[in-house]
């Protein structure tokens, strides 16, 4: 349980009232005989906004599937916003409505236009009315620049104008947090920006954030702190520009060498 | 010649046959709403976490896909009795046609379920849906679009398959034409029954075919926009779905 990042909150483990977002504690997840995450802790407070990076392979998209629930744990606790994600009371669907995640390929829904995309969770899981999540909904499109794509399809969008939809979907449920797990990875160089703009605005608006990226630049830009992962744990953290500038690990160093 | 076309007789039978075919369709299109549901529901099953129940539904595939109708048409109408259950012809028919392809929608329901990317759960499940609700409105959408060519197919096998019905007397058009036939002494009223066979499956295997081509059409880049991969896609079509055991542990 590593406390040395949140000396200004109340003693372990969180208790809702603190702002303590996210809390992994000793998280252990193998798959067969392939152990991914080794012992992972990691805690994410309001507002903040953690940059992930690591080679590929070693345990970043598994982790953030961990903090929603998508792969079940073998051992270890994941705590949002106080409550056990696996305790007996849990009800894990509830907790995911307050955790947003924008994925590498999108996965938008190819039958819905942007728009249907966008409604489709607050109207299904929260209930909300029709005409309330539409409201929602092209509130939302306009904030990710796409007002005028509401009717589109997802195939009749660029890789950046979808994965923005992915982003206004996510906030449809208005999480408490956020998931990037490399969001633009699978992008053209010259979209890659639009979709990072979104983000940082997101940042700026005071989301919390959790952002698996290869953009060193957002890292120093907009990351409040820089996680480094190898192999299954956390190998290095710190504040992103002195941990860019000057790393201590030396699998940091060699990792930084390679992407800078 | 006249063995099997005579204008008199030809007449007479397409009178009769066309006569029989309310009762055709009716038991073609109850089994076919009791075959696709019970199909959707086994593949459900199939795909669920529960594995005892998994297990229950494989097996059961297994078995339907491995019986002849025939013999489940005998079964239900001259064996049941035995145990004291009595159905009537049309029953008899329906429940056949349902138990048997039954198993095969189900197998032609999962490969389709299987086929849509499992980042589409992923997304609808991030969102807070529950697995039931992800299943809904998310991947059966996608998954019935791409059921309709082979679930064509098989409504193409099963108009054939209506025929066998003429071994529990469902006064069907093959059961009629050879009753007709011993009364006339001629082939015509076969020729009849073949005419009319014809006239519903050979619109629909031209629908088929046709479904078939717009779909190698409409991916000149080789991957369809959805992310459904071709392999998984080529599965889904292949006329044979070879019964392949989910993966464990990765129930909705
Ligand atoms: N569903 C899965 N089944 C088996 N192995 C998996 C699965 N998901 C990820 N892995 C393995 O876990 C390791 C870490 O994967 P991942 O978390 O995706 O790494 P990263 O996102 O850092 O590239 C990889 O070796 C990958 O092959
Ligand atoms: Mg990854």
């Known amino acids: 349980m590593s406390s040395k990042f949140k000396d200004d909150v109340s003693p372990l483990p969180a208790v809702p009232g603190t702002n303590t977002m996210i809390e992994l504690v000793n998280v252990h997840k193998s798959f067969g005989h392939l152990d ?195 192999g299954g744990v956390v190998v290095e953290e710190g504040d992103p520009r002195e941990m860019i500038a000057s790393p201590k690990e030396p699998r940091t160093q060699k990792f930084l060498s390679m992407v800078l | 010649m006249n063995a099997f076309f005579n204008g008199e007789i030809f007449k007479d039978s397409l009178w009769l046959l066309v006569q029989q075919l309310p009762i055709v369709i009716e038991v073609l299109v109850l089994g076919l709403i009791c075959a696709w549901t019970w199909g959707l529901i086994l593949s459900l099953i199939r795909l ?79 969102l807070g849906m529950t697995g039931g609700q992800a299943m809904r409105y998310v991947i059966l959408p996608q998954a019935v679009k791409l059921v309709v060519p082979p679930l064509t197919n098989e409504f193409i096998a099963m108009i054939k398959d209506t025929a066998l019905m003429s071994v529990i007397s469902v006064p069907e058009l093959l059961f009629t034409a050879k009753e007709k036939m011993g009364v006339v002494a001629n082939s015509t009223p076969l020729t009849v029954a073949a005419l009319i066979y014809l006239a519903f499956t050979i619109p629909l295997i031209r629908i088929a075919a046709m479904m078939e081509n717009r779909r190698r059409k409409s991916k000149p880049g080789g991957k369809p926009p959805s992310g459904i991969t071709p392999e998984a896609e080529k599965k889904l079509f292949d006329s044979d779905i070879a019964g392949q055991v989910p993966k464990g542990g990765e129930g909705w």
Request: charged fraction near 20%; include cysteine; charge should be positive.
């Open chain 2, 48 to 126: 669920s976490r529960f594995r005892p129940l998994r297990y229950l539904a494989g097996a059961y595939i297994d078995v339907f896909r491995g019986l002849p109708l025939l013999l489940l048409f005998i079964f239900i109408y001259y064996g049941l009795p035995h145990a004291g259950i009595k159905l009537n012809e049309l029953t008899s028919g329906v429940l056949g046609l349902t138990l048997c392809y039954g198993a095969y929608s189900a197998e032609i329901f999962r490969a389709g379920i299987q086929a849509i990317p499992k980042g589409q759960t992923e997304a609808a499940r991030s």
């Open chain 1, 36 to 230: 991914v995450l080794q012992g992972i802790n990691l805690t994410v407070t309001k507002g903040e906004v953690v940059v992930v990076i690591g080679p590929s392979g070693s345990g970043k998209s598994t982790m953030l599937r961990c903090i929603n629930g998508l792969e079940p744990i073998q051992k270890g606790k994941v705590i949002i916003e106080g409550e056990d994600l696996h305790g007996p009371r849990t009800d894990p669907n509830k907790i995911r409505q307050r955790i947003g995640m924008v994925f590498q390929s999108f996965n938008l829904f190819p039958h819905k236009n942007a728009l249907q995309n966008v409604m489709m969770a607050p109207m299904k899981v929260q209930r909300k009315s029709r005409a309330e999540a539409e409201r929602i909904a092209r509130d939302l499109l306009d904030q990710v620049g796409l007002a005028d794509k509401a009717q589109a399809l997802p195939e009749e969008l660029s890789g950046g104008q979808q994965q923005r939809v992915a982003i206004a979907r996510a906030l449809a449920m208005k999480p408490d947090m956020m998931l990037f797990d490399e969001v633009t990875s699978a992008l053209d160089p010259e979209l890659v920006a639009e979709v990072l703009g979104v983000m940082q605005s997101l940042a700026e608006s005071g989301m919390t954030m959790v952002v698996v990226t290869h953009e060193m630049g957002f890292a120093r830009e907009v990351g409040s702190r820089l996680i480094f992962m190898d």
